[in-house]
């Protein structure tokens, strides 16, 4: 078989080991239901593997058919930005699922250095905060809880039911799904609450949110992404997300109890002085966390 550097079939050829192997030019296999789905499901894995590293030897344009292997017919997905022509759609795509899985890797990083962490004051709530200035993020904010909550039903509501959090967050208006990519990775769009006297002002945030997962631990990751052609919503101003991280780990003992570690790094841009921020940004990780935590003890009374 034809291979380009790194041992990866060529476009073409490609095309047609799939095509064999799901039956669609051989008639024999399409008696044969469980040697399809076992060939798509070991074709389907070593695709998102070789996207999750970044692989240099996949195309810029990803053919359908492998768009369809990695997922991205299994959720509904909006029509590519106008004047985007298909390949510059799968390029960005491709570019979307990179951020992700560096957002994640950088994250780990993080979690498993030895670092300094401050506590920091907060208001009427169950989290810990800390921070830490770190290299190329500057000051990070590290909260913590234990929830009496099980992991999934926290990973549902953080990732699966993300549109719906402006119901429970009086913090935030609104919540968008732009673009799904694959299973695991969404660009989205969050706009804060105006509130009369908020020192910080209304927000708007456009990012690259990824689901990773690490054994029994869940990791919900966000970066900041300017690919996707969006201006500001009208009287908000563009912040970024420099990295967010929730981790979801249930508790030793006590799988309906979630220890939930939340890394946190933002630009509002603006002009706000450093002693507004060190006491919004991790307030409002608190404030958020509580809000959460009443949300699901309250549909689960």
């Known amino acids: 078989m034809q291979r380009v550097p790194g041992g990866i079939p060529a476009p073409a050829m490609l095309q047609a080991t799939v095509k064999l192997c799901c039956g669609i030019a051989h008639d024999p296999l399409r008696r044969l239901p469980g040697l399809k789905t076992a060939a798509v499901a070991a074709v389907q894995k070593d695709i998102r593997g070789l996207v999750a590293r970044g692989s240099h030897c996949l195309p810029s344009k990803i053919p359908h058919y492998l768009q369809k292997l990695m997922g991205k017919d299994t959720a509904p997905c909006p029509e ?43 208001l009427d709530t169950s989290a810990a905060v800390s921070s830490a200035a770190l290299p190329g993020l500057g000051r990070v904010f590290r909260a913590e809880a234990v929830l009496a909550v099980p992991v999934a039903q926290l990973h549902q509501e953080l990732f699966e039911r993300m549109e719906q959090m402006p119901q429970w967050n009086p913090n935030l208006s609104q919540v968008k799904v732009l673009r799904r990519i694959g299973t695991d990775t969404l660009v989205t769009q ?26 029994a631990a869940i990791y919900l990751v966000g970066t900041a992404t300017h690919a996707e052609p969006l ?71």
């Open 231 to 301: 201006p500001p919503q009208e009287g908000c101003i563009r912040a970024e997300s420099r990295l967010s991280c929730i981790v979801l780990q249930p508790l030793a003992g006590d799988p309906g109890r979630t220890r939930l570690t939340w890394l946190l790094s933002m630009d509002l841009k603006g002009w706000i002085p450093a002693a507004v921020l060190h006491r919004v940004l991790p307030q409002s990780q608190a404030d958020f966390i509580e809000h959460l935590h009443r949300h699901l003890c309250h549909r689960g009374a």
């Open 190 to 215: 969050e706009v804060t609450t105006p509130s009369p006297g908020n020192l910080v002002g209304q927000r708007d945030f456009v990012s690259v949110r990824h689901r990773g997962r690490r054994g």
């Open 80 to 122: 590519p930005t106008r004047g985007v022509s298909p390949s510059q759609s799968s390029s960005m795509d491709l570019s979307y699922l990179r951020q992700g899985e560096r957002a994640l890797q950088r994250a780990l990083s993080i979690l498993q250095q030895h670092t300094s962490w401050q506590a920091e004051p907060v």
